[in-house]
């Protein structure tokens, strides 16, 4: 379960990654660069033959990408065919992907068919969740492969570790793996009742981060300064924002209900109570967009949108909220911090507009 749960996150990275730039695109071919590079696309079908010097990011029916990407390129669609070379890592999600071409980093893939063609070099790992997956190429790093069927042609070869879950495999596995080779049969009937028991709980932490994506790329989008500004007092005064958030979470539901109890402070209250709903809706947004742009910053090396950042942001924070006792402790310490924020600027307004 935990391999589909990534898998899952992969997906969901992808598609809010191109959603900003794939908007209003829908009837036709869309394919963007940047300054620094990248490019980013979405289409019915969409064929990509240039050079592509930074990262590739496209959603559609149909990919295919005939020529060389010069970092990670990352996909979601019906059919993915990767017939350049990547020099970074492929991470794709879709009914059909196909890799055909040399890869300098790893390999996450989910999807109903998954193929390595015999031509094809991964120099990483591969992490592969699909209901075929099929490896005929070399594999340098080590394998994680959960399917109910593979298959291996005549010039697959992994030097590193397998871990393999899986119904059916070939019997010759271990000849084509150099290190350790882990496997593990499913039976069917087993998983059913697994996937049943475990479906809830993953359907929901699914839906929690789709709105949490959602609230917080639309406040991106449309009110850019005002999330700039919070993310800045966060930035600044980590702990007084954090300190003034806790007071307001404490003492503002305690006045509404002392105004909600007299004549002529009931309209107040509900403006109040209306405003607390409001913050603590988007109070997280902040503090994961600031989280997101520092460790994205840190790990990858080099500067993105916002809109990533938040999106790297919201999984990282979605991933540490299922951790037990930490992950309530951060969710509540992250929601008092940007509770906060809001009303600092808040204030900062009032005061500059006298």
């Known amino acids: 379960m935990e391999k589909k749960l990534v898998s899952i996150l992969i997906l969901i990275i992808m598609l809010f990654a191109a959603l900003p730039y794939s908007a209003g695109a829908a009837d036709e ?10 490019a980013f696309g979405a289409g019915e079908n969409l064929q990509i033959d240039q050079n592509i010097q930074g990262d590739l990011v496209l959603a559609g029916s149909r990919l295919e990408i005939n020529g060389n990407t010069g970092n990670d390129f990352l996909g979601a669609g019906g059919e993915i065919i990767v017939n350049g ?18 890869v300098g980093g790893d390999v996450a893939a989910l999807g109903g068919q998954i193929i390595l063609s015999r031509n094809s070099v991964v120099e990483g790992d591969i992490l ?29 070869k992994l030097k590193g570790n397998l871990s393999l879950q899986a119904d059916n495999y070939p019997s010759n596995l271990n000849d084509k793996v150099g290190g350790n080779l882990n496997i ?17 709980s993953i359907f929901s932490f699914i839906w929690r981060l789709l ?18 500004g919070l993310v800045e007092l966060v930035k600044d005064s980590p702990l007084k924002t954090g300190l003034l958030g806790f007071l307001t979470l404490v003492l503002l539901p305690v006045l509404s209900i002392i105004l909600l109890a007299t004549l002529i402070g009931w309209s107040l209250s509900i403006l109040l109570i209306l405003f607390m709903v409001f913050a603590l809706l988007i109070a997280t947004v902040p503090v994961k967009l600031l ?23 919201a999984v990282l924070f979605a991933i540490v909220y ?20 809001i009303v600092a600027w808040l204030a900062i307004r009032a005061r500059s507009t006298g």
Do not use: W
Request: proline letters at 1%.
């Open 211 to 228: 709105a949490s994506l959602a609230i917080g790329l639309v406040l991106i989008y449309l009110f850019p300064s005002f999330v700039g």
């Open 184 to 200: 593990t049969q499913v039976n069917a009937t087993e998983e059913q009742y697994e996937s049943v028991s475990k479906g809830f």
């Open 291 to 313: 989280a997101g742009r520092v460790i994205y910053n840190k790990i990858l090396k080099k500067e993105a949108g916002k809109m990533m950042y938040y999106i790297f942001g």
């Open 128 to 156: 592969l969740g699909g209901g075929e997956v099929t490896l005929d190429g070399t594999v340098n790093g080590n394998g994680d492969v959960s399917t109910d069927t593979l298959k291996t042609g005549d010039n697959f």
């Open 322 to 341: 299922e951790i037990p006792f930490l992950g309530g402790l951060i969710r509540f310490v992250a929601l008092i911090i940007g509770l906060g924020a």
């Open 29 to 38: 071919n869309f394919l963007k660069h940047t300054s620094s590079g990248n």
């Open 85 to 102: 070379d990547v020099s970074g890592n492929i991470i794709a999600a879709g009914g059909s992907i196909r890799v055909n071409g040399n």
